[in-house]
């Protein structure tokens, strides 16, 4: 991503809708109900964050993350005040956290493969990840990036989590979406 992009997105959360209106995808229900020390869940691109509101909703501490200063600032502004969140901009090309960080790390309608390397780094031994996003080929006129670059090929995703388990998957060949939720392998104990 570049300068290019941040502009991009800037332009169109600046032209977006109410960012309360927009409903979680029902994927990030697949997650369960954070511990009661209320894991800490990472909402990568949330842009105006209909996850992040959803995950501070089941319990989580959240981190959202986006490009978009704009998008972020419309976060901010449709978060009740008992409900924070950090908010953090920042280009995946540039990823700021430590390894081993989230208990859960969130990746909806994004898609990066170059960033996939850090965001299993970033997710804790025993944690798991979320990645739900556009499939197969782009059909002009409907939903998602009609860059095929910007899509998953069917079994990609379960391919690249291979040798984690796989806790739930949804990547039916035809379908326009893929999802998984794979665990992150503890470490051996020595």
Not at 151 to 178: P, Y
Request: hydrophobic share 45%; with cysteine; proline share 7%.
């Amino acid at each position: 991503m570049s300068g290019t992009d941040r502009e991009r997105w800037d332009l169109r959360y600046n032209t977006a809708a109410d960012a309360r209106a927009a409903v979680p995808e029902a994927t990030l229900y697949w997650l369960p109900t954070p511990t009661p020390q209320r894991d800490l869940a990472l909402d990568l691109a949330c842009g105006t964050g209909r996850h992040t509101r959803a995950l501070l909703e089941m319990g989580y501490r959240v981190v959202g993350a986006d490009i978009s200063r704009v998008a972020l600032q419309a976060l901010r502004a449709s978060l009740a005040p008992a409900n924070s969140a950090a908010l953090v901009q920042f280009d995946v090309e540039a990823w700021p956290f430590a390894e081993a960080t989230f208990d859960v790390v969130v990746q909806i309608d994004f898609l990066d493969r170059a960033a996939l390397a850090v965001v299993r780094r970033a997710v804790k031994p025993g944690g798991l990840v979320l990645i739900d996003t556009f499939a197969g080929p782009p059909v002009p006129g409907r939903p998602g990036p009609q860059r095929a670059d910007w899509r998953l090929a069917h079994g990609e995703l379960s391919e690249r989590f291979s040798d984690w388990k796989m806790v739930r998957i949804d990547d039916a060949v035809g379908r326009e979406r893929a999802a998984i939720v794979a665990r992150r392998p503890r470490l051996a104990i020595r």
